[in-house]
């Protein structure tokens, strides 16, 4: 209804809306349409990667499912998103989580060459590198997305909210468990810095431009450079999206 409302507002794109949305008979034919679209190069065109995509998406119904709850995800939680078109089209934040799922499903197939290609093009395309081993849940808005880095062994849970250029970096050079382990409903604000394999209990809120190196507790805001707990408990922070400390440093 909305893509149909939008071609009819804006002539000049209809046939971008067709094409994209309202000519497919179900969202998952959209979404291995939309990404093909902003995956292809040189090397693979965007019929190839509508192919790779479907597979996926035939293969694991669930690789839908979650983008349907990214989507939601960010029209509850981004005020600047006006409509669940709005993602689905144009934000790159999406785009980019929805590129991972895909490789993430080919990692697990034994493609790894595969996988790394569109690990590469999800980073050139949106700036956003997330390695195809990583785990993420559903219900993610990476908001804004600019230099967003997740590393290999990392995990996220569900309902996180990540916000632009936040890394979950691993420490030391040898091939182990090395990344952050971040828990469900948990808020990452813009330029945080989590580093190895810490976990980050649910619902945490960690303050923007923070560097984080010990566990963080369920609940918890931490903040600064090494990040340290400020305030009392806080609740659904990936949700309120509230990243204000009170005067003191302590969480409003």
């Not at 945080?192 to 431009?209: C, F, H, K, P």
């Not at 090494?226 to 309120?240: I, L, N």
Request: hydrophobic content about 45%; glycine content about 10%; overall charge negative.
């Amino acid at each position: 209804m909305e893509a149909a409302s939008a071609a009819a507002e804006e002539p000049m794109l209809a046939s971008f809306v067709n094409a994209a949305i309202l000519r497919h008979d179900s969202f998952a034919a959209a979404l291995a349409h939309r990404m093909a679209e902003k995956l292809e190069d040189k090397q693979l065109d965007a019929l190839v990667i509508n192919d790779v995509v479907h597979e996926a998406l035939r293969a694991d119904p669930q690789i839908a499912q979650h983008a349907a709850a990214d989507m939601l995800a960010i029209a509850e939680r981004d005020p600047a998103c006006r409509s669940l078109l709005q993602p689905f089209l144009y934000f790159k934040g999406f785009h980019a989580t929805q590129g991972h799922r895909i490789a993430h499903w080919l990692w697990h197939e034994g493609r790894e060459t595969l996988a790394f290609h569109l690990q590469s093009r999800v980073s050139e395309r949106f700036g956003v590198d997330i390695n195809p081993a990583a785990r993420i849940g559903q219900g993610i808005m990476i908001d804004h997305a600019t230099g967003v880095v997740i590393g290999e062994t990392a995990v996220v849970g569900d309902d996180c909210s990540i916000l632009q250029g936040v890394t979950l970096g691993g420490t030391g050079a040898a091939g182990i468990d090395r990344h952050p382990k971040v828990g469900n409903g948990v808020l990452l604000g813009a330029g945080a810095q989590v580093l190895g394999n810490i976990t980050i209990g649910d619902e945490a809120r960690i303050a923007a431009g923070s560097v984080v190196l010990k566990p963080v507790p369920p609940r918890c805001t931490v903040a600064g450079v090494p990040a340290k707990p400020v305030g009392g408990p806080c609740a659904k922070p990936s949700k309120t999206m509230d990243q204000t400390l009170d005067d003191t440093g302590g969480a409003k």
